[in-house]
């Protein structure tokens, strides 16, 4: 049998990998599942039909004597259902765990052929995703694995974020990456205890007008600095930027408004932790409706994408024609 490693032959590893490689899936939320629970597995059929990606997490939440029944679980699950569409990935254990080994040898060797990518936590930088890539490489020929299994590394401490560039173009397997709020904030000694989203102390004040009277003042994104950087690494390696888990269940809005943010700054999906966060995932990472009209006549008044015209009063040319077609094409992808 022809092996998938012939495909990546001609790019030695660092060469970025092209986006036209990468299957186009919609991944607008990459729906987190313990494995190790039955009551959870048993409901993973109905997800199937609910969510873009389905991910068995095997690492951090999922407590240390429930890590073998998680793999275990996660091999379980991975068997009993077809996927059709949608995406099916696990978080492994860090490379520096005790579990690790076991978790890429008996998930590749069981359910490598139905397995589409593993995300990668604390990844420092390109020299972690290179032994991940050959440790793939040896099981999938092994395993006889048909094609080829993709990384998506966590963007989640500062030794990580520093090298974030060379990490996104490190191996032609890379899929993208999701900012690690949570781990980041402990790498970088920040002062919260929240797993992403905003602080209510992390503002600006607005400068005094009168004497005593009360001052404006405006809650920052805490995340904007890491997200930007991130995005501009994965685009000029042709690789998906995410943004990560959103911790607070209880409030909708500041989790939407957090994927607002990601999605606008150029983010393809973020994680869902709890059902809620699914069907706010799906209506952030989906374009507006409004915006895709707008997109739709910038694209009829310029049949060749350039020269310049006016539409509402706004000038548009052909670097607003190829940001329309990025809403136009991501609306032709949702809708089909
Ligand atoms: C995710 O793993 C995080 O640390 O935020
Ligand atoms: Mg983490």
Request: with cysteine.
């Amino acid at each position: 049998m022809k092996l998938p490693r012939d495909f990546f032959k001609p790019l030695a590893i660092g060469a970025p990998a092209p986006l036209r490689e990468l299957p186009v899936r919609l991944e607008r939320m990459i729906h987190f599942v313990p494995p190790h629970m039955e009551k959870v597995r048993a409901k993973v059929p109905d997800l199937i039909a609910k969510v873009d990606v389905v991910l068995g997490n095997l690492e951090d939440a999922i407590p240390i004597e429930a890590k073998e029944a998680a793999r275990r679980g996660f091999i379980e699950m991975a068997k009993a259902s077809d996927f059709g569409s949608t995406g099916l990935w696990t978080r492994i254990n860090a490379l520096n765990s005790p579990w690790v080994l076991d978790d890429l040898f008996e998930i590749v060797r069981e359910v490598g052929d139905k397995l589409d990518v593993v995300m990668l936590p604390k990844v420092e930088g390109p020299w972690d995703i290179h032994y991940l890539d050959q440790l793939l490489a040896q099981l999938e020929a092994r395993h006889q694995v048909r094609k080829p299994i993709l990384i998506h590394a966590i963007l989640e401490t500062a030794e990580g974020v520093k090298n974030v560039e060379a990490i996104a173009a490190a191996s032609p397997r890379m899929h993208g990456m999701s900012l690690g709020p949570a781990d980041l904030a402990a790498s970088r000694a920040m002062k919260t205890t929240r797993v992403g989203g905003g602080h209510p102390d992390y503002r600006v004040l607005a400068d005094a007008t009168e004497a005593g009277s009360a001052r404006a003042s405006a809650q920052q994104d805490l995340w904007h600095y890491t997200v930007a950087k991130m995005v501009d690494a994965c685009a000029s390696a042709g690789i998906k930027p995410f943004y990560g888990p959103f911790g607070d269940f209880s409030d909708e809005a500041a989790c939407e408004a957090q994927f607002r943010n990601a999605f606008l700054m150029g983010c393809a999906g973020a994680w869902s932790l709890h059902p809620t966060q699914i069907d706010i995932a799906k209506k952030v990472f989906s374009p507006d409706p409004g915006e895709v009209r707008f997109a739709k006549k910038i694209l009829d008044a310029m049949p060749d994408g350039s020269g310049a015209v006016m539409i509402d009063g706004k000038m548009q040319d052909d670097a607003t024609w190829k940001q329309a077609k990025v809403i136009v094409d991501l609306a032709r992808i949702v809708a089909a």
